[in-house]
C-alpha cells in the first residue's frame, strides 16, 4: 500500500503556511478544511494553504510537497483513527464511529492517488474554488484534465485516468457487442465498426497522446462555465425535497409504462405514406394481384395427388369467395385440373349430352344419334406448364421439393379482418400449410425482443456487480441515473403513444453501455468540473449522432433515436444529481 510523507526542500513552507507540516509525516490532500469557504476567506497564508498545501496527519499544518512511500496496513489504521478523531475535536463530528467512514475515504483516495505514481514521486497539489466549495482538478477526459491540470505531467496525467477509461472502454464495447446479436446485417455491421473503433480511440488516447501532447492547454471561459455548473447542480438526498421527488417520478414512470403499448409488426417499420400505402392496396384489389406475404403451400406425393389436395383447398376457398371475405385465389389446378376431375367432367358431359339428345330426339320425333368420343389422355401439369399461356401460372408450381410435390395456391383481395378466416379454411386438409411471412417476421421480431429485453437486465445486473467491485457501498449512484433515465424514457413513450419495437429495446442496450460512463467519471473522480466537462462534451456529441435519428421518418431509425434522445439527455442531467456530497461515503 501507498500513501505520502511531507518533505521539505528549503524553509519557504514555514513562512507561506500559518502552521508548517513536519517533514517526514504522513500527508492527504486535506481538501475539507476549505469545503465552507468563500473567496473572501482566500487571503494571504489562507490562500496558499488552500492553493498548494497538503494536510500533515500528526500536526495537521501544511507542507508544498510530498512523496509517495509505503506505508504498513496496521499504520494506515492508526492514520484512520487519528483523522476521525480530528473530525472530532475540530469539526464537532458526534462520535469517532460516525466519523471513521469519511475519514476512511479521505485516506482511500490519497491511496489511490498515489497508487498510480512509484515510490519516491513527489506530487504537488492544486485546488480552485468553486461556488459550492472546493473540487480537486484530477480529470476524466483526457483534454478536459489537462486543461484543468497544465502543470501534471501528461503520462502522470493519463496513468491516474487509465482505470476510469478503461472500465468505460468496456462496458461501451459490450453495448457496442450487443447490438451485433441482433439479425440485422446493418446492425452487425455498425456493431464491429462501433466497437473496433473506440477501442482504437481508447488505444490511440492511452498510447498516443502524452507522448504527443508538448503544449500547454489554453484555458477558455466556455470549459470554465460549464465546470463550474457542476458545484451549482443540485443533489438528491434522502428527505422531504428527495422523497416528493422519487415519488413523483415513480408514479410518472408507473403510469408510463401502463400506457406503453409493444409493436412488432413488420409492415409498421415501412417509411411510407399511408395514403401511398392504401393506393398500392385499392390497385393491387383492381388488378388481382395476389398477396405476396399470405399464401397457403401444399404438398403431396406426386401431382395428381397434389392437384386433389388443390381442389380441396379451392372448394373451401369458394365459400368465403361467395361470403366476400374473398375476391378469389390462383392455383395450378384451376388450368389443370387433377386427372379424377377430368374423368368426373367427361363422364358428367356424356350425361348431359346423352340428356339433351334425348329432349331433342322426343321434339322431333325421331331419335338424335350421338357423336363417338374418342379415349383422350387426362392433361398433365407438366404438358400445360410448357405452354406460353401458362407464363402467369408457372411459378405456383414448384415441382419435387425434399422428395415430395409443392404447390402455392395465391389469395386475391385479403384483408386482415378476413385472415383467421381463411387460414381456419385448411383446417383438417392434409398436406396444406398456412403461410403468413409477415406474421412470421413479425414473431421473430417479438422473439429479439423480449431476448434482448431479457439480456438488457442481465446487463444491468452485471454492470451493477462491476460497479460494486469497484465502488463498494456508493456503486449505487453511478448505476441509478442510467436505470432511472432507462425507465423514464420508456414511460415518457408510453405518455406520448409510442410504441416500443425490437429498435426501442436496442436502443436501452446502447443507453446502458454510453449512459454507465457518466456515473463512473463523476464518482471516480469526486467533485471535478473538469470530468463534468468532458461528459457534458461527450453527452452533446452522443446527442448529435444518435439523437437527430429521431427526426428520421423511419419507424425504426425514428423510435432507435427517439429512445437515444429521451435516454441520454436524462442520464446527463441525472448523473451529477447522484454525485455524492463532500465525505459522504455512501
Given at each position: 500500500m501507498l500513501l505520502a510523507r511531507a518533505v521539505h526542500f528549503d524553509e519557504s513552507d514555514s513562512r507561506i503556511f500559518h502552521r508548517p507540516a513536519v517533514?517526514?509525516?504522513?500527508?492527504?490532500?486535506?481538501?475539507?478544511?476549505?469545503?465552507?469557504?468563500?473567496?473572501?476567506?482566500?487571503?494571504?497564508?489562507?490562500?496558499?494553504?488552500?492553493?498548494?498545501?497538503?494536510?500533515?496527519?500528526?500536526?495537521?499544518?501544511?507542507?508544498?510537497?510530498?512523496?509517495?512511500a509505503r506505508i504498513e496496513p496496521s499504520e494506515y489504521e492508526t492514520l484512520t483513527a487519528a483523522?476521525?478523531?480530528?473530525?472530532?475535536?475540530?469539526?464537532?463530528?458526534?462520535?469517532i464511529e460516525a466519523a471513521w467512514p469519511v475519514a476512511a475515504e479521505e485516506m482511500r483516495q490519497m491511496a489511490d492517488l498515489c497508487a498510480d505514481h512509484a515510490p519516491n514521486t513527489v506530487l504537488t497539489v492544486a485546488r480552485r474554488l468553486t461556488e459550492a466549495g472546493v473540487a480537486e482538478d484530477y480529470g476524466i477526459h483526457y483534454f478536459a484534465s489537462r486543461q484543468a491540470n497544465p502543470d501534471v505531467p501528461p503520462r502522470s496525467l493519463m496513468?491516474?485516468?487509465?482505470?476510469?477509461?478503461?472500465?468505460?472502454?468496456?462496458?461501451?464495447?459490450?453495448?457496442?457487442?450487443?447490438?451485433?446479436?441482433?439479425?440485422?446485417?446493418?446492425?452487425?455491421q455498425m456493431a464491429v465498426f462501433a466497437a473496433v473503433a473506440v477501442t482504437a480511440t481508447f488505444l490511440t488516447?492511452?498510447?498516443?497522446?502524452?507522448?504527443?501532447?508538448?503544449?500547454?492547454?489554453?484555458?477558455?471561459?466556455?470549459?470554465?462555465?460549464?465546470?463550474?455548473?457542476?458545484?451549482?447542480?443540485?443533489?438528491?438526498?434522502?428527505?422531504?425535497?428527495?422523497?416528493?421527488?422519487?415519488?413523483?417520478?415513480?408514479?410518472?414512470?408507473?403510469?408510463?409504462?401502463?400506457?406503453?403499448?409493444?409493436?412488432?409488426?413488420?409492415?409498421?417499420?415501412?417509411?411510407?405514406?399511408?395514403?401511398?400505402?392504401?393506393?398500392?392496396?385499392?390497385?393491387?384489389?383492381?388488378?388481382?394481384?395476389?398477396?405476396?406475404?399470405?399464401?397457403?403451400l401444399v404438398e403431396a406425393h406426386d401431382p395428381q395427388a397434389l392437384l386433389q389436395t388443390e381442389e380441396a383447398l379451392t372448394n373451401r376457398l369458394q365459400t368465403l369467395v361467395d361470403a366476400g371475405s374473398l375476391q378469389g385465389w390462383r392455383a395450378v389446378s384451376d388450368w389443370v385440373p387433377s386427372a379424377a376431375r377430368q374423368q368426373a367432367d367427361r363422364q358428367m358431359l356424356a350425361r348431359n349430352e346423352t340428356l339433351a339428345l334425348e329432349r331433342v330426339g322426343a321434339m322431333l320425333g325421331e331419335p338424335v344419334a350421338g357423336s363417338e368420343h374418342a379415349a383422350v389422355a387426362p392433361l398433365q401439369p407438366e404438358d400445360v406448364l410448357q405452354q406460353p399461356v401458362a407464363a402467369a401460372i408457372r411459378p405456383l408450381w414448384l415441382g419435387e421439393v425434399a422428395g415430395a410435390q409443392v404447390s402455392l395456391v395465391m389469395l386475391q383481395g385479403l384483408q386482415a379482418a378476413h385472415v383467421d378466416a381463411i387460414r381456419a379454411a385448411a383446417t383438417g386438409i392434409e398436406g396444406v400449410r398456412w403461410v403468413d411471412r409477415t406474421a412470421h417476421y413479425s414473431s421473430l421480431l417479438k422473439h429479439y425482443r423480449v431476448q434482448m429485453s431479457g439480456l438488457l437486465l442481465a446487463g444491468y445486473l452485471a454492470v451493477g456487480i462491476a460497479l460494486l467491485l469497484r465502488f463498494g457501498r456508493r456503486a449505487w449512484r453511478a448505476w441509478v441515473p442510467t436505470a432511472l433515465a432507462a425507465l423514464l424514457s420508456l414511460a415518457a413513450l408510453g405518455w406520448i403513444g409510442e410504441p416500443l419495437q425490437l429498435f426501442g429495446v436496442l436502443a436501452q442496450l446502447l443507453l446502458l453501455g454510453l449512459g454507465i460512463d457518466y456515473g463512473i467519471f463523476l464518482l471516480e473522480h469526486e467533485g471535478d468540473g473538469a470530468s463534468w466537462l468532458a461528459i457534458c462534451l461527450g453527452g452533446a456529441s452522443t446527442l448529435l449522432a444518435f439523437g437527430l435519428l429521431a427526426l428520421?421518418?423511419?419507424?425504426?431509425?425514428?423510435?432507435?433515436?427517439?429512445?437515444?434522445?429521451?435516454?441520454?439527455?436524462?442520464?446527463?442531467?441525472?448523473?451529477?444529481?447522484?454525485?455524492p456530497a463532500a465525505g459522504d461515503a455512501r
Open positions: 517533514t517526514g509525516e504522513w500527508a492527504i490532500s486535506g481538501g475539507f478544511e476549505f469545503s465552507n469557504w468563500t473567496e473572501a476567506d482566500l487571503t494571504g497564508k489562507a490562500r496558499q494553504a488552500f492553493a498548494n498545501g497538503w494536510l500533515g496527519l500528526e500536526s495537521f499544518g501544511r507542507v508544498t510537497f510530498v512523496a509517495v483523522l476521525a478523531a480530528h473530525f472530532v475535536s475540530h469539526y464537532g463530528a458526534p462520535s496513468r491516474q485516468l487509465l482505470p476510469a477509461l478503461s472500465l468505460a472502454l468496456v462496458t461501451s464495447v459490450l453495448a457496442y457487442i450487443t447490438l451485433g446479436i441482433a439479425p440485422f446485417p446493418g446492425l452487425r488516447a492511452v498510447l498516443w497522446f502524452p507522448w504527443l501532447d508538448a503544449g500547454r492547454p489554453r484555458i477558455s471561459r466556455f470549459s470554465d462555465a460549464i465546470a463550474g455548473s457542476l458545484a451549482r447542480w443540485p443533489r438528491w438526498r434522502f428527505g422531504t425535497a428527495g422523497v416528493i421527488a422519487a415519488v413523483l417520478a415513480g408514479a410518472f414512470i408507473a403510469s408510463g409504462l401502463l400506457r406503453l403499448q409493444t409493436s412488432d409488426d413488420l409492415r409498421g417499420l415501412r417509411a411510407s405514406p399511408a395514403d401511398l400505402l392504401q393506393s398500392e392496396i385499392r390497385i393491387g384489389g383492381l388488378l388481382g394481384l395476389p398477396s405476396p406475404a399470405q399464401y397457403f428520421s421518418s423511419t419507424p425504426a431509425l425514428h423510435g432507435f433515436g427517439l429512445t437515444l434522445l429521451l435516454g441520454i439527455g436524462l442520464v446527463w442531467l441525472l448523473s451529477p444529481c447522484f454525485r
